[in-house]
C-alpha cells in the first residue's frame, strides 16, 4: 500500500494517479509493492530526522528508509518541500516535476539503485526519466 502523509503544507498532494504510476515502476523493476510512506516535510523537520538518524547535519531533498523484504519494496520515503523548491528553482523546473523526481528517486532506490558513484548516478538519473515518461502515459 501506498500513503502519502505530510508534515508541512505543500502546493501539490499526489493522488490515485500517482499511486498508479509508483506501483507501475516498481512493477517494471520486477518487484512488488509492499508498505510505503512518503512523508513530506519541511526543512526544520528533515534536518532533525536526518541528525537523528544518519547523524547528518546538512539539508537533504530526500532520506530514503528501506524496509524491503526479499521482492517485496517497502519503505518511508521523507521529502522537504522546502529542498524541493529550492532545487526546482536552481534547475529552473516547475515545483511539481522536482518533487516528482524525488518522489521517484526514493522508490527506485528502494527497489536497490544507488547513486553514490557517477555511474550510479547516471543510471539513477536515467531511470527516473523513464519513471517520469511512464507517468505521462497515466491517462487518469
Not at 24 to 43: A, L, P, S
Amino acid at each position: 500500500m501506498i500513503s502519502f502523509e505530510y508534515n508541512c503544507a505543500g502546493p501539490f498532494k499526489p493522488s490515485l494517479k500517482h499511486k498508479i504510476w509508483l506501483q507501475q515502476v516498481i512493477h517494471k523493476e520486477g518487484k512488488t509493492t509492499g508498505n510505503i510512506t512518503y512523508i513530506f516535510c519541511d526543512d526544520a523537520f528533515m534536518i532533525e530526522q536526518n541528525n537523528a538518524f544518519l547523524q547528518h547535519d546538512t539539508y537533504t531533498d530526500i532520506i530514503t528508509f528501506d524496509e524491503c523484504v526479499g521482492n517485496v519494496i517497502s519503505g518511508s520515503i521523507l521529502i522537504s518541500s522546502d529542498r524541493v523548491a529550492e532545487n526546482a528553482s536552481k534547475f529552473g523546473k516547475t515545483f511539481e516535476n522536482e518533487l516528482l523526481r524525488v518522489v521517484v528517486h526514493g522508490t527506485l532506490h528502494l527497489c536497490g539503485y544507488k547513486d553514490k558513484s557517477e555511474s550510479e548516478a547516471k543510471l539513477m538519473r536515467q531511470k527516473e526519466d523513464e519513471s517520469l515518461a511512464m507517468l505521462e502515459d497515466i491517462g487518469l
